[in-house]
């Protein structure tokens, strides 16, 4: 497991994947900053974590498009499949891989709530329930793009697929706003990973939305298990 998380985040540092990653995650969340924080004149920072988790949408699948896809299309597969380490772990190595990158990233961003706080007084549990609401998102977010890495040996159809799936998920917040049935609103709510979030942005520390989005990850990632015991056993 060890020696393939090595090789997972070597592979970020000597192709374009992770400074592409880095780029466009430090840009856009510079913007995004700059937009809802300095240029309202505003400490709130919830509207900031709120758009920069629409930007992840696109920018999660620049990390996860290549997970399994490139192995697959470059024949480096069978090599995981025949290796000695169990499936489970391969899988967990390349999450913890991804995880690792994503979360370097936040934390450099994040930088951004010092310069805040030497202008401002912001609601400094406010910053902490987002940021810990944008991090449980974002394992969602990688669970569910490697899990469509998996079922693809092109990186473009994985980025796209995966946009859309959490475009889906992220949209049904909206959806749910329309419809005027209370049951359906009821479970729509329930699944809407925009709902969960938003008690983060109040600095509320929801447990039951922190395991709604656990329960997600581990789905996802059980389920890219099951995807590559199936390719083991063809």
Same mark, same amino acid.
């Given at each position: 497991?060890?020696?393939?998380?090595?090789?997972?985040?070597?592979?970020?540092?000597?192709?374009?994947?992770?400074?592409?990653?880095?780029?466009?995650?430090?840009?856009?969340?510079?913007?995004?900053?700059?937009?809802?924080?300095?240029?309202?004149?505003?400490?709130? /920072? @919830?509207?900031?974590?709120?758009?920069?988790?629409? $930007?992840? #949408?696109?920018? =999660?699948? *620049? %990390?996860?498009?290549?997970?399994?896809?490139?192995?697959?299309?470059?024949?480096?597969?069978?090599?995981?499949?025949?290796?000695?380490?169990?499936?489970?772990?391969?899988?967990?190595?390349?999450?913890?891989?991804?995880?690792?990158?994503?979360?370097?990233?936040?934390?450099?961003?994040?930088?951004?709530?010092?310069?805040?706080?030497?202008?401002?007084?912001?609601?400094?549990?406010?910053?902490?329930?987002?940021?810990?609401?944008?991090?449980?998102?974002?394992?969602?977010?990688?669970?569910?793009?490697?899990? /469509? @890495?998996?079922?693809?040996?092109?990186?473009?159809? $994985?980025? #796209?697929?995966? =946009?859309? *799936? %959490?475009?889906?998920?992220?949209?049904?917040?909206?959806?749910?706003?329309?419809?005027?049935?209370?049951?359906?609103?009821?479970?729509?709510?329930?699944?809407?990973?925009?709902?969960?979030?938003?008690?983060?942005?109040?600095?509320?520390?929801?447990?039951?939305?922190?395991?709604?989005?656990?329960?997600?990850?581990?789905?996802?990632?059980?389920?890219?298990?099951?995807?590559?015991?199936?390719?083991?056993?063809?």
């Amino acid at each position: 497991m060890q020696a393939i998380y090595k090789r997972e985040m070597r592979s970020y540092f000597t192709t374009p994947t992770g400074y592409i990653f880095a780029a466009v995650f430090l840009c856009a969340s510079g913007f995004l900053f700059a937009l809802c924080t300095l240029q309202m004149q505003t400490s709130d /920072v @919830s509207a900031y974590f709120q758009f920069l988790m629409y $930007a992840y #949408i696109i920018v =999660i699948p *620049l %990390l996860t498009m290549k997970s399994f896809a490139e192995e697959k299309k470059n024949g480096t597969e069978q090599l995981l499949l025949t290796s000695p380490v169990s499936l489970t772990s391969m899988v967990l190595a390349k999450f913890l891989a991804a995880f690792t990158m994503f979360v370097g990233t936040l934390l450099v961003s994040s930088l951004a709530m010092a310069v805040l706080g030497l202008y401002s007084e912001p609601n400094w549990a406010r910053v902490i329930g987002c940021t810990v609401g944008i991090l449980l998102v974002g394992i969602c977010f990688i669970a569910i793009g490697l899990f /469509v @890495s998996s079922l693809t040996d092109n990186q473009f159809v $994985a980025a #796209i697929g995966t =946009i859309a *799936l %959490l475009a889906g998920l992220v949209v049904v917040a909206i959806i749910n706003g329309l419809i005027d049935n209370y049951f359906l609103r009821l479970v729509l709510d329930w699944i809407s990973i925009y709902s969960r979030y938003m008690n983060f942005t109040y600095g509320i520390f929801d447990i039951a939305s922190a395991v709604y989005y656990v329960s997600i990850c581990v789905v996802f990632l059980f389920l890219t298990v099951r995807v590559y015991e199936k390719r083991r056993l063809a």
